[in-house]
């Protein structure tokens, strides 16, 4: 008899809590819609933080996705990366990268290793050194 007295009153308190509740939201569904826009207008003013990118999705602009260009992580002082091959993954965004060492535009190293961090959002194109395309010098015709 005790748990019917129980539920009855804990019956009586949720429907209460429910019609305070409806009369919460009927006060606020009839509030003035300006208070609403000026709330988005205010968020629209702050300036939105631009997302940085992998490694990946900088060298998907480039020709041949990057390889032969430098890249560099953008906290990086005077190191980069010749990017000399890439195994991308079916997505685009993800895979893997190899380069060649470069300190103060100078390459560090002959060979190429694979690049580590190239899924971090922190990759920037070193504009600087773009690609050379070595060209024969064509032989010059004397005149007879």
């Known amino acids: 008899m005790a748990i019917l007295s129980n539920r009855g009153a804990m019956e009586r308190r949720i429907s209460l809590f429910r019609h305070s509740f ?21 968020a629209s003013k702050k300036p939105k933080r631009k997302k940085k990118k992998n490694l990946f999705e900088v060298a998907q602009f480039l020709p041949n996705w990057g390889v032969g260009y430098q890249m560099a ?21 993800h895979g893997k990268a190899w380069g060649i060492v470069h300190k103060d535009g ?5 060979i190429s290793k694979k690049i580590s961090g190239v899924h ?17 010098p064509k032989p010059e015709v004397q005149a007879a």
């Open 22 to 42: 409806n009369l919460i939201r009927s006060f606020t569904a009839s509030a003035p819609s300006t208070s609403s826009n000026d709330t988005v207008a205010a």
């Open 106 to 110: 100078v390459p560090a190293a002959d």
């Open 73 to 93: 992580k953008t906290h990086w002082t005077g190191v980069s990366y010749q990017i000399t091959k890439i195994n991308l993954y079916k997505d685009g965004r």
């Open 120 to 136: 971090k959002r922190c990759w920037r194109y070193i504009s600087d050194s773009k690609k050379t395309i070595e060209s024969t």
